[in-house]
């Protein structure tokens, strides 16, 4: 067995020597965008190259892809020290999803761009794991807990011994119990587990989810966020949102920017003569932190009266599951609760039927102009309703003392005093003084 393995290995050398300058096209694509040059590099990387080819299936991947291991580690370093690139900006740069994982693999995953701090973070890291798997007993009361039998059940089945060397552990018991004691235990991370047990974080993910050890996103998700600093963590996506802004020119999918564009053209066609009209950007600074995509304000121009209305583009394929329809539900309510009016606008799979004219969105987003001109128009109903004047004699007359026009008698239509008379200032609602008899 040791003498196949060692023959594949070097079988994979000497791959890694015919292709070092034949896979090189993605390597010099992104050595181009970020302005690479391997002569700035004045740190001795020959460690982190040896962490890669350890593992054989991580060099055949990386050789594939990049032309060396060399140059994967050189553009890795580059990246995040020189360039401080964060974790956003290295996958629009890459075009890989995935690609800071990277880091974590080779060591560079700490929240610093300084090099020496980054490997003694991780140095003192790698320090408190490996004193975590001491405390490791096989024995322990734990594994006799009915959560343990539950969750383990079925794990044993599809491990066999052949795992047990790769894991370099005794027996499948003792794997299993190490999966669990390492992941629900102590909850440590995909890549904390796969360091402990001497392999790459992707194929611990795979051994969980083959398992049934894995967790689900929402609690992964629960126990990111509770190890995170959120300070980092928000400026690095203002830093992002700025550099989408810039590059983007304005917020939002292409569905909003198409309904933003159309519908304020529509608006502007019903409502100009009567009202100012302002269609904003996509923003989450009205109602934090949840967002609007499209927030419009609409000045009526005889009263300066405010009307605003929360515009919604809602695609097919994120809210039609029960979740999102919550989600939304939740979200009505809260924009309500802060006066403004939710406008909903469902965008269909297949957006080739929206041609640059608008196609059928033209039509819909008319509709929608129109029903919030029919908002608008129930909105200047006044809330109070006046008495006849021929109810009210000439004696009977006052003065408003605030504006000097004529206060009028009225019954209030709404609220705790719905049905009670009282004197109102003609002017309104530019002027609100009332005058309540006993």
Sequence with gaps: MEYLLERYIQALGNYHNTTDNMNTQQF??????????????????????????????????????????????DLLYWMKFQKKYN???????TGKKTFPRSYNNIGWGMATYDFEQCNKAHDEHLKKLYELRDTFDINSPIFEEQEFQEKTKDARSVLSRKMCAYY?????????????????????????VATLLGATQRSIEKLLAKTGLGISKSESQKRAASKR??????????????NSLVRNGVF?????????????TKLENLLAVEYEIIVGLNTTTIIP???????????EKKTGKINKIAIEVDGEKYHQTTRMQLRDANKDNVVKEHDWHMVRVFIPLGMETYSEDG?????????IAKSIQEYLNDSKESPLKDISESDVTEAEQKICPKCGGTLVKRVARKGTYAGNEFWGCSNYPKCNYILNEA
């Design 28 to 73: 010099e694509e992104v050595a181009k965008k970020t302005g690479f040059d391997r002569d700035k590099i004045s740190v001795d990387l020959t460690e982190y190259y040896n962490r890669v080819k350890k593992h054989a299936h991580w060099t055949q991947h990386v050789v594939s892809e990049w032309g060396s291991v060399e140059n994967y580690i």
């Design 87 to 93: 974790p956003t900006q290295i996958i629009e740069v």
């Design 168 to 192: 370099e552990v005794k027996s499948v018991e003792e794997l299993v119990r190490r999966l669990y004691y390492y992941h629900h235990v102590n909850e440590l991370s995909t890549f904390e």
């Design 229 to 242: 600093d959120y300070g980092r963590v928000f400026t690095t996506q203002r830093h992002t949102r700025a």
């Design 252 to 264: 939002g999918s292409k569905a909003e920017n198409m309904v933003r564009t159309i519908l304020a």
């Design 289 to 299: 932190p949840l967002e609007i995509d499209i927030p419009v304000i609409l000045i």
């Design 359 to 367: 196609g059928e969105l033209n039509e819909a987003l008319e509709d």
